[in-house]
């Protein structure tokens, strides 16, 4: 019996995520967090692998910018707005990141 109702709440709850339209929300959420995960371990790796090697920190930062740069255009919508901004930071934010979000000014 806890097999049909397990599967019948399963279900259910995937019927009311289907029909609300929180399935695609959720799907954004686990992009913007994916995005986050994979760039905080990369920059996390390099600053605990490297001694301080700025090619090594380039490297990183360009790998993640380009990684960043693929999922605010997934996410599309504010997340290009952000993108937009972030590009014209120069003075915050590290050149490789400015120069990939450069390319969000088009968009």
């Known amino acids: 019996h806890s097999g049909r109702i397990c599967t019948g709440l399963e279900l ?3 019927y009311y995520l289907y029909t609300t339209n929180q399935l695609a929300l959720h ?3 686990c992009h913007v967090f994916t995005a986050f995960i994979v760039v905080t371990v990369t920059l996390y790796m390099t600053k605990f692998t ?4 700025d090619a090594a920190w ?3 930062y360009t790998k993640c910018a380009a990684f960043a740069y693929k999922m605010i255009l997934r996410l ?3 997340w290009v707005k952000t993108g ?3 590009s014209s ?3 915050v934010i590290p050149a490789p990141w400015c120069n990939s979000l450069q390319r969000l000014q088009d968009a």
Do not use: F, H, V, W
């Open 27 to 29: 799907r954004r959420r």
């Open 84 to 86: 937009q901004y972030m």
């Open 50 to 53: 490297t001694n301080n090697d």
């Open 12 to 14: 259910g709850l995937l």
């Open 89 to 91: 930071r120069a003075d």
């Open 76 to 78: 599309r919508g504010l």
């Open 58 to 60: 380039d490297d990183a």
